[in-house]
């Protein structure tokens, strides 16, 4: 696991004299994890001097589980899906307490018994606009990103169920919006079968920015940061205004750890409107708290999900389904994927 940022102290994340705490954080790395730092760790010990930050990558819940059931839990704070917090709860992940947050300034699932959002990611349809240069001509649903003989060229979507693929496919085959849940995942996968042969299935985040600034990918569903990130590069990226797949990004603390109490407390600061405005511009992202107020870049602005940009539609996630189906999404995904 690569360390980004080391904070001091002993070896167990605490001083000889029991003051200085260093909180082990793992998240996904990159730009992401970067704005993480800026946007929640600096403010917090510098508000909270006597706590310190190390940072590792990737999160991983197979090592959470592995550290819990062996007695040895390193992690602090971990990058987690909300399903997947909410699944293990109390098993995997600890309980929290977290009273300064009030779930009415918070998103929809912006806090849950076992996790605290720190932004929104909206995964939007956005395509190549130099491999579609008649703006008459271009996609403008997202029927059209399956349709392969109106829209020739390759696609690319996220592998990872938390990036809405399963939604945007059954979207796409004609499901309204509040009548998603509970999801036909057979359907779903179904409908991707229909432009298997033509479609790049990203492994993360990454995979998915570099194929479309590269050319890989012709029309992509990505979310909000990584469309940010290709305009911020110059690319000819437009997007279409149709329907998009919004869903929080978690953290939480694994059972065990031996700071969860202060934790908790930078749990709870991550959720106010001053950071969760701070993340937002750093990355583009919709923030969790609805008090922020970011002030976005021009580029940033273009992806508002939730500015008036979009003139089309925004579907939330169901965390509370996934969390009930999360081993049976996965298992179905996977198999389909390698199948």
């Given at each position: ?60 819940v197979a090592q959470v589980k592995a550290q819990v ?233 273009l992806v508002e999900a939730g500015g008036p940009v ?5 579907v939330y996630q169901n965390v509370q389904w996934y ?17």
């Amino acid at each position: 696991m690569a360390t980004l940022l080391a904070g001091c102290g002993s070896s167990d994340g605490t001083g000889s004299d029991g003051g200085p705490e260093k909180l082990t954080y793992v998240a996904y790395g990159g730009s992401g994890q970067e704005a993480m730092i800026k946007a929640h760790q600096k403010p917090f010990t510098a508000a909270n001097p006597d706590v310190t930050f190390i940072n590792s990558s990737p999160a991983d819940v197979a090592q959470v589980k592995a550290q819990v059931l062996g007695g040895a839990v390193k992690w602090d704070v971990v990058s987690v899906a909300p399903a997947a917090a909410e699944q293990h709860c109390g098993k995997l992940f600890e309980k929290l307490s977290v009273p300064k947050l009030d779930p009415k300034d918070l998103v929809a699932d912006g806090v849950g018994e076992c996790y605290v959002g720190n932004f929104t990611n909206a995964n939007i349809f956005g395509y190549n606009a130099d491999a579609y240069s008649d703006a008459a001509k271009a996609p403008r649903t997202l029927k059209d990103f399956f349709d392969t003989k109106k829209f020739p060229g390759k696609r690319g979507v996220l592998s990872n169920p938390q990036n809405g693929l399963l939604e945007f496919a059954l979207l796409a085959d004609g499901v309204a919006p509040d009548k998603l849940y509970p999801l036909d995942i057979d359907r779903a996968l179904k409908k991707w079968s229909t432009i298997r042969k033509d479609t790049y299935f990203a492994p993360n985040v990454g995979a998915i920015q570099q194929a479309a600034a590269s050319g890989q990918v012709d029309l992509f569903l990505a979310p909000d940061s990584r469309m940010i990130a290709l305009l911020d590069e110059k690319k000819n990226v437009k997007m279409v205004w149709d329907m998009s797949v919004a869903s929080v990004n978690g953290l939480a603390v694994p059972r065990g750890s031996k700071h969860k109490a202060t934790a908790e407390k930078f749990l709870e600061s991550v959720a106010q409107p001053a950071a969760s405005a701070k993340i937002s511009e750093l990355l583009g992202t919709v923030p969790v708290n609805r008090k922020a107020k970011p002030q976005l870049s021009a580029n940033a602005k273009l992806v508002e999900a939730g500015g008036p940009v979009n003139t089309g539609e925004v579907v939330y996630q169901n965390v509370q389904w996934y969390a009930k189906n999360w081993d049976t999404v996965t298992t179905k995904v996977t198999n389909w994927l390698v199948g």
